[in-house]
C-alpha cells in the first residue's frame, strides 16, 4: 500500500511540473489570443466569357425596337467560306490593322419577333483585302442571346481587285429553322435592305443591322 501511495504522489508531481511520466513530451498548451494569418491566399480568376449582356452594358450600346419589313436578302456565299469555324464573339487579334467595328443587332422572325440560340457564321477579307484561306484569321461562329442579340468585334474590310465593294459575308441558321447566306454593306457604297447602319464612337465604330429570317 505504502508502494501504490508513493507511486501516486510522484505521478501527481511530475504532472505537476508538465513533465510527461511515460518520459513522452508534453502536448502543448493551446493559446488563448487568436493567430492571423499572414499567408497570401490565391485569387480565382473567372474563365467564363462575358455574357451578351454584360458586353451591351460595357460598351453602352442600347439596341433599337427591333424593326422588320421583309426577309433579309439572300446572296451568293463566295468561293472562300471555310466551315467549322471556332465559336467567337470578337475576331480580334493583337497587332491587327484595320479600323475596329463592333456589329450589333437581333435576328428575328417573320413577326419581327427576336429569335434565342439562332446561329451566325462569320467571315471576311482583312484590311489589305486579303481572306485567310489556311486558318480560321477573320472566321468564327456565335449564338444569339435570350433576347435574340447578336455582337461581333471585327474590323472594317478592305477591297480587293475582283469584287471592289466592301463587305462581310454570314450565314444565319434559326433554331430548328433554315438556313441562309448574306452579305453586309456599308453606307459609303450601300445595297438596299443589306446596308449596316453606322454611328462612329472615334474609337472604333458601332454598326447595326437586323437579319429577318423564315422560322
Known amino acids: 500500500m505504502k508502494k501504490i501511495l508513493i507511486g501516486m504522489f510522484i505521478v501527481a508531481a511530475l504532472s505537476a511540473c508538465g513533465i510527461s511520466p511515460t518520459g513522452a513530451p508534453p502536448l502543448p498548451t493551446p493559446e488563448v489570443e487568436s493567430i492571423t494569418s499572414t499567408a497570401t491566399e490565391s485569387v480565382a480568376v473567372s474563365t467564363i466569357p462575358v455574357s451578351k449582356s454584360d458586353f451591351f452594358t460595357q460598351k453602352g450600346i442600347e439596341l433599337p425596337s427591333p424593326a422588320c419589313s421583309a426577309l ?20 480580334l487579334e493583337e497587332g491587327m490593322p484595320g479600323t475596329r467595328l463592333v456589329l450589333v443587332g437581333y435576328v428575328l422572325d417573320q413577326n419581327c419577333q427576336p429569335l434565342a440560340n439562332a446561329w451566325l457564321d462569320f467571315w471576311q477579307a482583312d484590311a489589305n483585302g486579303d481572306y485567310d484561306n489556311a486558318g480560321y484569321r477573320l472566321r468564327g461562329h456565335q449564338f444569339t442571346d435570350a433576347q435574340g442579340r447578336y455582337y461581333l468585334e471585327t474590323i472594317l474590310p478592305g477591297l480587293y481587285s475582283s469584287r471592289p465593294i466592301e463587305h462581310i459575308h454570314v450565314k444565319v441558321r434559326p433554331e430548328g429553322g433554315a438556313e441562309i447566306t448574306s452579305q453586309l454593306y456599308f453606307p459609303e457604297q450601300p445595297i438596299d435592305g443589306l ?15 437586323n437579319f429577318v429570317v423564315q422560322k
Do not use: A, K
Open 195 to 209: 446596308t449596316i447602319s453606322i454611328e462612329d464612337r472615334g474609337e472604333y465604330l458601332v454598326g447595326y443591322f
Open 72 to 91: 433579309t436578302q439572300e446572296q451568293t456565299e463566295g468561293p472562300y467560306y471555310t466551315p467549322n469555324t471556332p465559336e467567337r464573339n470578337s475576331l
